[in-house]
């Protein structure tokens, strides 16, 4: 019920309803191109909050679940963090985006952390589906905390990031970028350049991969196996958190059930790029918020969260590894 | 040689990526004989396996599965569970049992697709008929069966995965015979196994062939069982057959003996041919 | 902490030191602010001393909890501990007897009254919700997130006959099972290749797609609002009314009995009552056919199950129409019961109970179904003054008995077939 009839989970806002659709080549093809422009911008938070499922997918082999719910705490921390910055003086927007950005890392992380320490480690060798049990009620936990410290209602943002270049018009119909939409998609490619960086080529990076292929091997040769994980985990929680941030920003509105739809979204996203394959999360990403703006842009924002799941089931049947995962072979 | 062999291998070629795993095989099990593959740790042999039981599809070649009754199969053409409905039953290397059912249960999964048929799909099965409760009695007489010539019958109510490693080989054996087999696939069947143990395991394994007339194809490591029980041996080397006749002419084949063992010392190589109980 | 004899003090003070600072970081941002929404637009409350009542509990809590675990020098429970097979003993077989000769005398005891009742018919919607997600999930392990997808399609079935259609009750019993049941393999058949998270992610989507259409095909589920006036159950047709409305006779009068509006709740009780003893039945019997023999197969091991003549396929797909059937029954239980349906009954976290219904009872195991119910479902319902805390306390119990039995309350297996008995005494035994 919730998820719905708010402008939260979806281009909702950037929608252009009925009358954009602007019969001349010109103006279809602007209409297209301003699709474009909200798919990637919706997928670049999508493909961030994919890396967390993706990478402890890749290590422990579990869907946590409460991820999403880490992105939604990471979206909470960050509107804190503004009404903080407000209250401190700092108004220039730039800096307070990057002190907030920071904030809502650092805290955001430690809910990570902690999600792995007290609620998966002790369950790490268990039967398959103990963790999963575990991981719902961390996210049923965590839903209902922020529920009951911060209220049920909507929390509405004003805008702090305003104006737009106007790529193009066409009579009525302009197609345009808005400069916070450049900021998430700057922010993002920067992050995955620097979190590419971590991967390949720090001692940390060696260890995840390490860890991903063979944890027990890994172990032996004297990769600390659990604080592996826990960098894991705070690193996808970091990142869940500035997909948070951008959602707060972009949105201007947050609940503490934003995290469920969007999660299960992100999942989608890592399983369809190939869980485990970090690019494949991005592109993931990206081809979810794609599919979710051009469905709603041209068929009906009711069912934009079935098209992304028909496409889902779609690439799984004939592409069982996701697009970019290694085809596996199966051991006899 | 008039009768047609159970298994005929033409052609067989299988690629990973660039890696040619299986090369343009050609050979031949004749019925109610004993023919084992061998070769060093990597010619492929498991792979050939995997191919005929449907779990690879190759790339080039064709799999000729023929029954005693005369219906030919084409394996390369079946899925995994059809092959085993059809008669080629295998085991694995790395021991797969139901580890959390117990050792009888194991052996009535063996006999699903007949019980499945008898239960007229579960519902002469729910409503416990008499055609069921028959065929129920009588898989469970196969069960015991199986497990006495097998040494289990005791452990019979125990899970198949506490059982100590000799114990899961044989059950593992006990299982695919009790699915009816007409070609049994080995692979590795002795691997784990002492000396005694092997030797018991020889004895099964003639006495499937000679009292029950099935087929069987075997990879092994251990020659003691290779050059004992086997009617013919094919050797491969690097996916290639490299020679294949009786055991008598391949442990004296100069080829074999270099490729095989890949050592100057041409002694030890005879040696372990000969079946002394060193391994390859 | 690796030797526990010889822990001190201070190491403790330190591990609970360190726990507290921990939550004084978690508690900083989300509980010492609190955002307000008021007319001047979003403000900002400080109440950082929650913070320091948050750290002070947690360093307590994890002080006792360790001076706790080493006077009773509790060892923590091995992560994987093998499911033991054994015959049903007689203890157990008793305590399952009793438990449904309790059930059945339970209406008629004196403390049993309307309220009661009707607890206790919720919790048998989940005892058999468990029972028929059991068999997709416990015996043929095959990861359902979205099993009220076919729960809501059972539901919205009989709600739909009964108006459309004017059938009975006991008419739309079997076409809601059939219908979910055909959902389950239109479901089941792409999907069921898949590797089991997958399969729970698609199955999740699948449950999310089921109530987005709920939700926004108006025209014939209601749209958000739902159905209402759902037909009421009818005694074999004897309607459970004041008085008829078309001059037949009503249940009341049939028996010669004043009405009363408790003999619906009873009858309800014994309805769900039955319809679960029915899916135990069921799933206790099918589990000695081959077929159930082959779903513990292909969950134990698919390859060796293929290898074996075994159409993994074909045995899935089984497995999740009979679980999805089950469901069907279940949901048109409901929507007789509630006389209201709307998507907001089934929502994901649904789902989430009755998979850690099956999981926390213990996965295959039919009375650790009945005990996980009666925890997660039961214990929160006489909790309900604390509406607010009840979901989080859910959550947490979800994590903590996880923590406690990773395998599960009651982890054993029953065998299907034993070599020691004689074939006739294997029959024997809940």
């Known amino acids: 019920m919730r998820l719905f009839g708010r402008p939260l989970n979806g281009s909702v806002r950037t929608f252009a309803p009925g009358g954009a659709r602007v019969g001349n080549f010109r103006g279809r093809m602007a209409y297209f191109l301003q699709q474009l422009i909200n798919g990637v911008t919706l997928g670049a938070t999508y493909g961030l909050i994919a890396i967390g499922y993706t990478m402890v997918y890749g290590i422990v082999g579990m869907i946590n679940f409460a991820h999403g719910d880490i992105y939604m705490i990471g979206a909470f921390v960050s509107l804190v963090g503004f009404m903080l910055m407000g209250t401190m003086g700092i108004t220039w927007v730039p800096l307070a985006c990057f002190l907030v950005l920071i904030f809502a890392m650092g805290f955001t992380a430690v809910y990570g952390w902690t999600v792995e320490r007290v609620a998966y480690r002790p369950l790490r060798g268990s039967q398959r589906l103990a963790p999963l049990i575990s991981a719902i009620g961390v996210s049923i936990v965590l839903q209902n905390f922020v529920q009951l410290a911060q209220g049920a209602r909507v929390k509405p943002l004003p805008p702090m990031i305003r104006g737009s270049f106007e790529l193009s018009s066409s009579g009525n119909f302009q197609v345009t970028i808005s400069y916070l939409q450049i900021g998430i998609i700057l922010v993002t490619v920067a992050l995955m350049a620097g979190f590419t960086y971590i991967i390949k080529f720090t001692p940390l990076g060696r260890a995840q991969r390490a860890a991903e292929q063979d944890r027990t091997m890994a172990s032996l040769l004297g990769v600390d196996v659990d604080r592996t994980i826990s960098a894991t985990f705070v690193i996808g929680a970091a990142l869940a958190a500035v997909a948070g941030l951008m959602v707060t920003l972009y949105y201007g509105v947050i609940d503490f059930y934003i995290g469920f739809i969007v999660g299960i979204k992100a999942f989608t996203a890592a399983v369809l790029g190939g869980i485990g394959s970090l690019p494949g999360a991005m592109l993931g990403g990206m081809l979810i918020g794609l599919i979710e703006a051009f469905w709603s842009g041209y068929f009906s924002i009711e069912y934009k969260d079935v098209a992304a799941f028909g496409i889902l089931v779609f690439v799984l049947i004939f592409r069982p590894t996701g697009l970019l995962g290694r085809p596996e072979i199966e051991k006899v | ?280 | 902490m690796e030797s526990d004899a010889k822990i001190s003090i201070a190491a403790l003070v330190r591990d609970a030191a360190a726990a507290a600072l921990v939550a004084g970081l978690l508690a900083f941002p989300l509980l010492g602010f609190r955002l307000v929404d008021s007319a001047r637009g979003l403000t900002l409350d400080t109440r950082l001393l929650w913070v320091v009542y948050a750290a002070a509990a947690v360093f307590c809590g994890r002080l006792l909890f360790s001076l706790a675990r080493i006077s009773l020098s509790m060892r923590r429970p091995a992560a994987t501990r093998p499911v033991k097979i054994e015959a049903p003993g007689r203890t157990r077989y008793l305590f399952g007897v009793a438990l449904i000769a309790a059930a059945i005398v339970m209406p008629w005891l004196p403390f049993a009254d309307r309220n009661i009742i009707d607890k206790a018919t919720l919790i048998l919607i989940y005892v058999m919700l468990g029972w028929g997600l059991n068999i997709v999930v416990g015996l043929a392990g095959l990861l359902d997130l979205g099993y009220v997808a076919f729960y809501a399609v059972g539901a919205y079935s009989y709600a739909l006959l009964s108006q459309n259609f004017g059938l009975s009750f006991w008419l739309c019993l079997p076409l809601a099972g059939l219908l979910a049941a055909t959902f389950g393999v239109a479901l089941g058949f792409p999907v069921l290749r898949l590797r089991g998270d997958y399969l729970a992610i698609v199955t999740l989507g699948f449950g999310e797609i089921v109530r987005e259409v709920l939700i926004n095909w108006g025209g014939v589920t209601g749209g958000p609002n739902g159905l209402s006036g759902i037909q009421r159950p009818s005694f074999f047709g004897l309607p459970m009314v004041p008085a008829a409305t078309d001059g037949g006779t009503t249940f009341a009068q049939f028996f010669g009995l004043a009405f009363s509006p408790n003999q619906r709740i009873v009858f309800l009780y014994y309805l769900i009552l039955a319809l679960a003893l029915a899916t135990n039945l069921f799933t206790l019997r099918i589990r000695r056919l081959p077929i159930g023999r082959a779903w513990e197969a292909l969950r134990e091991d698919e390859i060796a199950a293929r290898s074996l003549g075994i159409n993994p396929t074909m045995v899935k797909l089984s497995a999740f129409a009979i679980g999805a059937c089950f469901a069907g029954f279940a949901g048109s239980f409901f929507a007789t019961r509630q006389g209201f349906i709307s998507p907001e009954s089934f929502t994901f976290i649904e789902s989430a109970i009755i998979l850690a219904i099956v999981v926390l009872g213990g996965m295959g195991s039919q009375i650790g179904i009945v005990l996980a119910a009666f925890l997660l479902v039961g214990l929160p319902e006489w909790f309900r003054e604390l509406e607010q805390f009840r979901m989080l306390a859910f959550g947490a119990a979800m994590v903590l008995i996880m923590l406690w039995r990773p395998q599960g309350l009651l982890s054993h297996r029953d065998p299907t077939v034993r070599l020691g008995t004689p074939p006739r005494a294997k029959e024997a035994g809940a």
């Open chain 2, 1 to 280: 040689m008039t009768v047609p062999p159970v298994l005929s291998v033409e052609h067989l070629t299988i690629r990973f990526g660039g890696l040619v795993a299986v090369d343009d095989l050609s050979f031949e099990a004749a019925p109610g004989q004993i023919t084992a593959l061998i070769g060093p740790n990597g010619a492929g042999k498991t792979t050939v396996f995997n191919c005929i039981t449907g779990f690879y599809k190759p790339d080039v070649g064709r799999l000729t599965f023929r029954r005693e009754t005369g219906a030919s199969f084409l394996l390369e053409r079946m899925d995994g569970f059809r092959i085993a409905q059809a008669g080629v039953v295998r085991t694995f290397q790395n021991i797969r049992l139901f580890p959390g059912m117990s050792v009888v249960e194991n052996l009535m999964v063996a006999q699903h697709v007949k019980l499945m048929h008898a239960s007229l799909f579960s519902v002469a099965g729910f409503l416990r008929l008499p055609r069921f409760l028959h065929a129920e009695a009588q898989a469970i007489e196969r069960a015991r069966y199986w497990l006495e010539r097998t040494g289990l019958v005791d452990q019979a109510d125990l899970p198949a995965g506490s059982l100590p490693y000799g114990a899961q080989r044989r059950l593992e054996i006990a299982r695919a015979m009790c699915a009816g087999p007409s070609l049994l696939c080995l692979d590795e069947p002795a691997a784990g196994l002492n000396p005694r143990e092997s030797q018991g395991l020889n004895e099964l394994l003639l006495s499937i062939r000679d009292e029950h007339g099935i087929s069987i194809l075997l990879i092994e490591h251990d020659m003691s069982v290779v050059m004992q029980i086997s009617d013919r041996i094919v050797v491969l080397e690097q996916g290639r057959k490299i020679a294949a006749g009786p055991p008598d002419e391949v442990r004296v084949n100069p080829e074999v003996i270099r490729a095989y063992l890949g050592v100057e010392d041409e002694e030890t190589a005879v040696a372990v041919l000969q079946g002394e109980g060193a391994r390859a």
